[in-house]
């Protein structure tokens, strides 16, 4: 059985890759026949709505979770049969910061040393260099900034090929959140690593990612440039004097508002054809604005959970 | 050789404008206005990237089409530098922002219930700057 693990690694460039990933708790579908592929360098965010299943995929990718069917590999090995080698490869930074707090920064530094082959003194140097953190205090003594920074730097400090970040700057006050990205960013450290950036701040989404991965119930809705996705979707303004289409029938509709009388529509890959169904349905002084990367994604998520009404 | 000049730009997130979008508007209207004179160097990609605090990958795309657009030219092993000027748009797209340019200009004096021969002479003297520049 454990010889037979070493064939199961895969020979393609994907850091991640799923095929027909499901994951049931109950009844209750958390990951649904979802096939994602990571392909390496960039930084990937990953966005969905609380309980589209982010969490689950990172415990199944990890290792710590079996999936209910289908496949999931991480840096070209099973997610079933990762070795501490493997481990090494994958640094793992989540909302919490955990680490010991009754030990010294000096002290947890010296064992992450330890356990990892490929320790760059450097890399931690340079990132630790960002925060004000002195290697006699203990982790308790920390502030959540700081934490998060420290944790950064453990991670970075390993080399790991995929760099999984859950949530990093959540809690984290201003100055701490652009320390954070400063150092994502910018820092000779992240070189040569895939990040996986998991967030609900599309603030942090818009500066940092080369691609932008959507999830909603355990499926995977889009996989792009953040740009692209955005010019999928269009905020149209009408005044329509007359009775208002029925929501149903509005092609593309993610959300529609009446303000002050006049009709707001969010749509999604209409193009301007989407102008000739509003003439059609009796508007005139017809608008197209272009939206925010905000507005296009919390409208994308909110869809499902809007219920149409009849005019 | 000509030292990096300072780009004070600022970008905003949540705009409709992607940022990539914002940083090419802001390099072209400081082309435009002069404030970046033909021959400037401009910042790296990484210096700019991390003036924003943006994905690096962001300013090499915009720095790309203001380079096929011929606002910038990249010097082997140099960096990218202001271009020396030419005409960029077509002559349709050049009056259309000439009428847009009238409109806001005429605007703003109206606000100032200014005398429009003092204004004329004043514009007079104001685009006689441009022809020396181009002279």
Request: charged residues 25%; hydrophobic residues 40%; glycine residues 8%.
């Given at each position: 059985?454990?010889?037979?693990?070493?064939?199961?690694?895969?020979?393609?460039?994907?850091?991640?890759?799923?095929?027909?990933?499901?994951?049931?708790?109950?009844?209750?579908?958390?990951?649904?026949?979802?096939?994602?592929?990571?392909?390496?360098?960039?930084?990937?965010?990953?966005?969905?709505?609380?309980?589209?299943?982010?969490?689950?995929?990172?415990?199944?990718?990890?290792?710590?979770?079996?999936?209910?069917?289908?496949?999931?590999?991480?840096?070209?090995?099973?997610?079933?049969?990762?070795?501490?080698?493997?481990?090494?490869?994958?640094?793992?930074?989540?909302?919490?910061?955990?680490?010991?707090?009754?030990?010294t920064v000096a002290a947890v530094t010296a064992m992450q040393r330890r356990q990892y082959a490929a320790w760059s003194q450097p890399a931690f140097d340079e990132v630790i260099?960002?925060?004000?953190?002195?290697?006699?205090?203990?982790?308790?003594?920390?502030?959540?900034?700081?934490?998060?920074?420290?944790?950064?730097?453990?991670?970075?400090?390993?080399?790991?090929?995929?760099?999984?970040?859950?949530?990093?700057?959540?809690?984290?006050?201003?100055v701490a959140k652009r320390a954070f990205l400063e150092t994502l960013l910018h820092s000779n450290a992240v070189e040569g690593c895939t990040v996986i950036y998991c967030s609900?701040?599309?603030?942090?989404?818009?500066?940092?990612?080369?691609?932008?991965?959507?999830?909603?119930?355990?499926?995977?809705?889009?996989?792009?440039?953040?740009?692209?996705?955005?010019?999928?979707?269009?905020?149209?303004?009408?005044?329509?004097?007359?009775?208002?289409?029925?929501?149903?029938?509005?092609?593309?509709?993610?959300?529609?508002?009446?303000?002050?009388?006049?009709?707001?529509?969010?749509?999604?890959?209409?193009?301007?054809?989407?102008?000739?169904?509003?003439?059609?349905?009796?508007?005139?002084?017809?608008?197209?604005?272009?939206?925010?990367?905000?507005?296009?994604?919390?409208?994308?998520?909110?869809?499902?959970?809007?219920?149409?009404?009849?005019? | 050789?000509?030292?990096?000049?300072?780009?004070?730009?600022?970008?905003?997130?949540?705009?409709?404008?992607?940022?990539?979008?914002?940083?090419?508007?802001?390099?072209?209207?400081?082309?435009?206005?002069?404030?970046?004179?033909?021959?400037?160097?401009?910042?790296?990609?990484?210096?700019?990237?991390?003036?924003?605090?943006?994905?690096?990958?962001?300013?090499?795309?915009?720095?790309?089409?203001?380079?096929?657009?011929?606002?910038?030219?990249?010097?082997?092993?140099?960096?990218?530098?202001?271009?020396?000027?030419?005409?960029?748009?077509?002559?349709?797209?050049?009056?259309?922002?000439?009428?847009?340019?009238?409109?806001?200009?005429?605007?703003?004096?109206?606000?100032?219930?200014?005398?429009?021969?003092?204004?004329?002479?004043?514009?007079?003297?104001?685009?006689?700057?441009?022809?020396?520049?181009?002279?």
């Amino acid at each position: 059985m454990y010889f037979q693990g070493s064939d199961m690694h895969r020979a393609n460039d994907y850091v991640v890759e799923t095929r027909a990933l499901s994951k049931r708790y109950g009844g209750k579908v958390a990951i649904d026949q979802l096939d994602l592929a990571i392909a390496p360098g960039s930084i990937h965010a990953i966005v969905g709505a609380n309980g589209a299943g982010k969490s689950t995929l990172f415990r199944i990718l990890l290792g710590f979770l079996p999936a209910t069917s289908g496949d999931a590999w991480i840096l070209g090995r099973d997610c079933r049969d990762l070795r501490p080698e493997d481990r090494q490869r994958i640094g793992f930074v989540n909302e919490e910061h955990t680490l010991p707090g009754w030990m010294t920064v000096a002290a947890v530094t010296a064992m992450q040393r330890r356990q990892y082959a490929a320790w760059s003194q450097p890399a931690f140097d340079e990132v630790i260099g960002h925060y004000h953190v002195r290697p006699t205090q203990k982790v308790s003594q920390l502030s959540r900034g700081e934490r998060a920074g420290f944790n950064l730097a453990l991670s970075l400090a390993q080399r790991p090929a995929l760099l999984v970040l859950d949530e990093p700057t959540l809690g984290l006050d201003v100055v701490a959140k652009r320390a954070f990205l400063e150092t994502l960013l910018h820092s000779n450290a992240v070189e040569g690593c895939t990040v996986i950036y998991c967030s609900h701040q599309m603030e942090e989404i818009e500066r940092v990612a080369d691609n932008l991965i959507i999830m909603e119930r355990g499926a995977l809705r889009n996989v792009s440039p953040p740009d692209e996705f955005r010019a999928r979707v269009a905020h149209w303004v009408a005044d329509i004097p007359f009775r208002r289409p029925d929501p149903r029938v509005v092609p593309g509709l993610l959300d529609a508002q009446r303000i002050d009388g006049i009709e707001h529509y969010l749509v999604l890959d209409q193009g301007d054809g989407f102008a000739d169904f509003l003439r059609a349905s009796g508007a005139r002084d017809i608008h197209r604005l272009p939206v925010s990367l905000d507005r296009a994604v919390n409208g994308f998520l909110s869809k499902h959970h809007a219920v149409p009404t009849a005019a | 050789m000509a030292r990096t000049q300072a780009l004070p730009i600022q970008i905003a997130t949540g705009d409709s404008r992607p940022i990539g979008k914002q940083i090419v508007d802001a390099v072209r209207l400081r082309i435009a206005t002069g404030e970046l004179q033909p021959g400037a160097q401009l910042p790296t990609v990484r210096g700019l990237a991390q003036q924003l605090t943006v994905n690096p990958n962001t300013v090499a795309k915009a720095y790309a089409e203001l380079t096929a657009e011929g606002w910038l030219e990249s010097r082997q092993g140099l960096g990218l530098y202001v271009a020396p000027p030419r005409q960029r748009l077509s002559e349709d797209e050049r009056d259309r922002r000439m009428d847009e340019a009238i409109q806001t200009f005429v605007h703003e004096v109206a606000a100032l219930d200014y005398p429009p021969e003092r204004a004329m002479g004043r514009l007079d003297k104001a685009l006689a700057v441009l022809t020396r520049k181009s002279a």
